[in-house]
T-cell receptor, first 112, second 112 residues
């Protein structure tokens, strides 16, 4: 069974601080996706990383895929209250799997 | 461009009843997946359909079933509802051979 462990589970910070969220597994994934979910809504895709060692930047968000394609991190610079939400990592094994394995998420609260 | 539409948004059912949830994917998306989200277990994969064929099924009892129609719309059915089936049920659609999924806002099912 493939598992994705996310840490930390909860994070409460002040506006302007930096933070990093981690997503780790013992399994290799063909791609790793990051989503943000707000209360009462479905997850929204932020980024997909597919190549080991890949780094993608999306404004203040930086995503990295580990060299072995088993782990990933999300770094937010100068967090804002609008960044508040549940951040979920999800791995796709590829081939004929057709499913995402989700971590349990990091609930981020950015206080003004 | 319309997103993924799930109906109904909220549903209250009694133990032992059955329920049908509906999902209309983004136009042109032929892959539809279903996930169950609970506070304790997070997002768990139910099943995935492509061109009316179920390609993968998660580890859920046979009370959970689904289908996809020729227009790619999908339904999932849960029979003999149990209290533990209370959850947010999310549908996601994607284009074949691309990474990343678009989720609907979900159906919040409460079993009493």
């Amino acid at each position: 069974t493939q598992l994705l462990e996310q840490s930390p589970q909860f994070l409460s910070i002040q506006e302007g601080e930096n933070l990093t969220v981690y997503c780790n597994s013992s399994s290799v994934f063909s791609s790793l996706q990051w989503y943000r979910q707000e209360p009462g809504e479905g997850p929204v895709l932020l980024v997909t990383v597919v190549t080991g060692g890949e780094v993608k930047k999306l404004k203040r968000l930086t995503f990295q895929f580990g060299d072995a394609r088993k782990d990933s991190s999300l770094h937010i610079t100068a967090a804002q209250p609008g960044d508040t939400g549940l951040y979920l990592c999800a791995g796709e094994s590829g081939g004929s799997n057709y499913k995402l394995t989700f971590g349990k998420g990091t609930l981020l609260t950015v206080n003004p | 461009k319309a997103g993924v539409t799930q109906t109904p948004r909220y549903l209250i059912k009694t133990r032992g009843q059955q329920v049908t949830l509906s999902c209309s994917p983004i136009s042109g998306h032929r892959s539809v997946s279903w996930y169950q989200q609970t506070p304790g277990q997070g997002l768990q994969f139910l099943f995935e359909y492509f061109s009316e064929t179920q390609r993968n099924k998660g580890n859920f009892p046979g009370r959970f079933s689904g289908r996809q129609f020729s227009n790619s719309r999908s339904e999932m059915n849960v029979s003999t509802l149990e209290l533990g089936d209370s959850a947010l049920y999310l549908c996601a659609s994607s284009i074949e051979d691309s990474y990343g999924y678009t989720f609907g806002s979900g159906t919040r099912l409460t079993v009493v």
